[in-house]
């Protein structure tokens, strides 16, 4: 009612607010997702970033990074279409660390102008991981046998059901060396002189906020609703970008709010999810204090 009865004010007598669009992007980073293990990703995302960046009047978007990581891939995605918007809509970005943001994750948090982390979040983690489970023994003492067909030899590389091949494993971190230079080369391109000479940078350690604050992996400390205050002045409005809600946008995922709902979907993420479940609670686990 207060913001009807200013609008029927003349604008001379109005005290205008600033109104800040607020995008909170939290959870494991990957492709797909189901209605009950719902992941991040850039087709979950995508609307609530396109509709923040419309506002017009607004001077900044905000952006709230909390993700252990995840995949390279849906990282680099957020983080371009983000770097996309910003350069179209003429818009500053400032990305907040409330608890972690962590590989995948701080890639992401760099798409921002400016990174504002809790002094005892998680930042860092500039590395790449890949992690599976080898059940050969399991397998044998069970009495399966594992029959795999291929055309080219190297088809059927690091299946958790034969035993690891030196050669592959090999293969694997070459692989892996070049998603991580990747990674380094995009935070120093979007950190530069700010980055701290120190030798563990690019190891995959992770820090408190305040650590990283010294080693210039953020900007400032501080939380998101003190920040815009103190920047933009009292007179804020925080809007907060949430996918709409009701089967009607479930399923036909406006906003970029996932993939619809039906019986089918709930049977396959609980039969097919379990490791998948296993790994992200892993990837957590490692930030908790």
Same mark, same amino acid.
């Given at each position: 009612?207060?913001?009807?009865?200013?609008?029927?004010?003349?604008?001379?007598?109005?005290? *205008?607010?600033?109104? &800040?669009?607020?995008?909170?992007?939290?959870?494991?980073?990957?492709?797909?997702?189901?209605?009950?293990?719902?992941?991040? +990703?850039?087709?979950?995302?995508?609307?609530?970033?396109?509709?923040?960046?419309?506002?017009?009047? %607004?001077?900044?978007?905000? #952006?709230?990074?909390?993700?252990?990581?995840?995949?390279?891939?849906?990282?680099?995605?957020?983080?371009?279409?983000?770097?996309?918007?910003?350069? *179209?809509?003429?818009?500053?970005?400032?990305?907040?660390?409330?608890?972690?943001? %962590?590989?995948?994750?701080?890639?992401?948090?760099?798409?921002?102008?400016?990174? #504002?982390?809790?002094?005892?979040?998680?930042?860092?983690? &500039?590395?790449?991981?890949?992690?599976?489970?080898?059940?050969?023994?399991?397998?044998?003492?069970?009495?399966?046998?594992?029959?795999?067909?291929?055309?080219?030899? +190297?088809? %059927?590389?690091?299946?958790?059901?034969?035993?690891?091949?030196?050669?592959?494993? *090999?293969?694997?971190?070459?692989?892996?060396? *070049?998603?991580?230079?990747?990674? &380094?080369?995009?935070?120093?391109?979007?950190?530069?002189?700010?980055?701290?000479?120190?030798?563990?940078?690019?190891?995959?350690?992770?820090?408190?906020?305040?650590?990283?604050?010294?080693?210039?992996?953020?900007?400032?400390?501080?939380?998101?609703?003190?920040?815009?205050?103190?920047?933009?002045?009292?007179? &804020?409005?925080?809007?907060?970008?949430?996918?709409?809600?009701?089967?009607?946008?479930?399923?036909?995922?406006?906003?970029?709010?996932?993939?619809?709902?039906?019986?089918?979907?709930?049977?396959?993420?609980?039969?097919?999810?379990?490791?998948?479940?296993?790994?992200?609670?892993?990837?957590?686990?490692?930030?908790?204090?």
């Amino acid at each position: 009612m207060n913001r009807f009865l200013r609008r029927l004010l003349p604008r001379s007598m109005r005290k *205008e607010e600033v109104v &800040i669009p607020v995008v909170r992007l939290n959870g494991m980073i990957m492709a797909g997702g189901s209605p009950l293990r719902p992941s991040l +990703n850039l087709a979950s995302c995508a609307g609530l970033l396109d509709k923040a960046f419309s506002f017009k009047a %607004a001077p900044a978007v905000a #952006i709230s990074v909390n993700s252990p990581g995840g995949s390279p891939v849906q990282s680099r995605l957020i983080y371009q279409r983000i770097r996309d918007l910003a350069a *179209e809509k003429k818009k500053t970005v400032l990305v907040f660390v409330e608890d972690v943001a %962590a590989s995948g994750g701080y890639m992401i948090a760099i798409a921002g102008d400016e990174i #504002i982390a809790d002094p005892s979040s998680i930042v860092g983690s &500039i590395g790449v991981v890949s992690a599976s489970f080898g059940f050969q023994d399991l397998i044998a003492k069970l009495g399966i046998e594992r029959r795999v067909h291929t055309a080219g030899e +190297n088809k %059927a590389v690091l299946d958790p059901f034969k035993p690891e091949k030196p050669e592959d494993v *090999e293969r694997l971190k070459a692989l892996q060396l *070049e998603v991580h230079q990747t990674f &380094i080369d995009l935070v120093k391109t979007r950190r530069g002189a700010k980055l701290a000479e120190d030798p563990e940078l690019f190891t995959g350690v992770f820090w408190a906020g305040k650590r990283g604050y010294a080693l210039g992996l953020v900007d400032a400390l501080g939380d998101l609703r003190g920040t815009l205050k103190a920047r933009y002045g009292e007179n &804020i409005r925080l809007r907060v970008i949430t996918p709409p809600k009701g089967l009607l946008g479930r399923r036909f995922g406006f906003l970029g709010a996932g993939a619809g709902f039906n019986a089918p979907d709930v049977a396959g993420a609980a039969a097919s999810g379990l490791i998948s479940a296993l790994d992200e609670e892993a990837a957590w686990s490692r930030y908790r204090l």
